[in-house]
Structure formats: structure tokens, C-alpha cells
T-cell receptor
Framework: QKEVEQNSGPLSVPEGAIASLNCTYS??????FFWYRQYSGKSPELIMS????GDKEDGRFTAQLNKASQYVSLLIRDSQPSDSATYLC?????????FGAGTQVVVTP | EAGVAQSPRYKIIEKRQSVAFWCNPI?????LYWYQQILGQGPKLLIQ????????DSQLPKDRFSAERLKGVDSTLKIQPAKLEDSAVYLC??????????????FGAGTRLSVL
């Protein structure tokens, strides 16, 4: 049974629109959550971390966490072609990261 | 600040051959991780070191995979003998401390292994 679930996509988003990515996790012990961006053939790059329930904003990115529902999301506002990548959701349990399979985002001009 | 360094970037071997990967973490990072990422999947943790001690190797196929981190800095991951299903990207990551709820891991560029 997968511990971190994401829709695989691809999620097609028009340039300038909002991309909405979802992630659920099964381990209630998880306290910290991360969103990594991975371009094709490249390594994961951290874009957001969130530790408390609610919203956290950083530039065009907003992460949302609901521990009661075991749900994490990422919003990308004003999507740009450079946002086309796979977005990995990760949950931290006692210092060990569990990754989802990732959601591929394609921003179309 | 230099990032996590890995080599080689690419490796092609035949099944039953052996291969080794090298990783140099960010300076001062006590915790080092090796992940396996198969195409279309998220990274899967193989082994975690805290300084030069193993913290977690529960998902390391110990009959063929081995890893060491001598002197608590550089690390090597070895596969012997390789199987077709070992074809993947091997990612090394490091973090300042391990076991912290706010542990942020930084990844190297990875080694892409193809087993023929």
C-alpha cells in the first residue's frame, strides 16, 4: 500500500492559469511535508515545505496542509512554461521521507 | 555553497556486472541518503547514514547492494551483481541533521544506471 498518493497526470494548464496539485498520505505520524519539482532528467529541487495546518505562500506557490484529512496541496499561480515539470509530494516520518510518484504538469502557451 | 556531488552521471553495464557510485554531501551535513528512482516513480530510500553510522537500511537489497560512508563524509553505493531491474537513477541527498521533523534534504544530480 502506497503511503503517499498523487495523481500522475499529466495536468495540462494554460499559461497564466492556476495549477492545483493534490497529495494524500497515510502515516498519521508525519509532521512535515515537502513539495519538490523535478525537471525531466534532473534531480528533485525543493520548492516548498509546510509543517502546520493552513496555508503557506512563497511567491507564486501556495502549499496547504490539513492534517485531520491527511491532505496536502500545492497551488501554482500565474503558471509559466518553465513550471512544466513533475511535482513530487513527500511526507517526513521521523526523518525519513516517503515520496509520491509525482504529478506531471504541462503548461501550454 | 557547493551542492551534493555525484559521479558518474551515467553508467551502462551488463547484467551480473558490478558497479559503484560515489557521493560527496554538502559540507557540514551529517546525514546522507541514497535513493533509487525508477522511471515514473518517486525516489525510494535505500539507506540513510548519520555521520558514518547506518540509521536505516531496511529497503536495501543486501544480497546485492552495499554502501559505506567512511569518515562520515563521502559515501559509495555498490551493486554486485546487477540485475535488469536495477536500471534506475540513483540519487544521493544530504541534510544538516537527521531525525528532525524539519529535516530538509538536498539532492545531487544523480547517476543514471542502465543494465543491459
Amino acid at each position: 500500500q502506497k503511503e503517499v498518493e498523487q495523481n500522475s497526470g499529466p495536468l495540462s494548464v494554460p499559461e497564466g492559469a492556476i495549477a492545483s496539485l493534490n497529495c494524500t498520505y497515510s502515516d498519521r505520524v508525519s509532521q512535515s511535508f515537502f513539495w519538490y519539482r523535478q525537471y525531466s532528467g534532473k534531480s528533485p529541487e525543493l520548492i516548498m515545505s509546510i509543517y502546520s495546518n493552513g496555508d503557506k505562500e512563497d511567491g507564486r506557490f501556495t502549499a496547504q496542509l490539513n492534517k485531520a484529512s491527511q491532505y496536502v496541496s500545492l497551488l501554482i499561480r500565474d503558471s509559466q512554461p518553465s513550471d512544466s515539470a513533475t511535482y513530487l509530494c513527500a511526507a517526513d516520518s521521523w526523518g525519513k521521507l516517503q515520496f509520491g510518484a509525482g504529478t506531471q504538469v504541462v503548461v501550454t502557451p | 555553497e557547493a551542492g551534493v556531488a555525484q559521479s558518474p552521471r551515467y553508467k551502462i553495464i551488463e547484467k551480473r556486472q558490478s558497479v559503484a557510485f560515489w557521493c560527496n554531501p554538502i559540507s557540514g551535513h551529517a546525514t546522507l541518503y541514497w535513493y533509487q528512482q525508477i522511471l515514473g516513480q518517486g525516489p525510494k530510500l535505500l539507506i540513510q547514514f548519520q555521520n558514518n553510522g547506518v540509521v536505516d537500511d531496511s529497503q536495501l537489497p543486501k544480497d546485492r547492494f552495499s554502501a559505506e560512508r567512511l569518515k562520515g563524509v563521502d559515501s559509495t553505493l555498490k551493486i554486485q551483481p546487477a540485475k535488469l531491474e536495477d536500471s534506475a537513477v540513483y540519487l544521493c541527498a544530504s541534510s544538516l541533521v537527521g531525525g528532525s521533523a524539519k529535516n530538509i534534504q538536498y539532492f545531487g544530480a544523480g547517476t543514471r544506471l542502465s543494465v543491459l
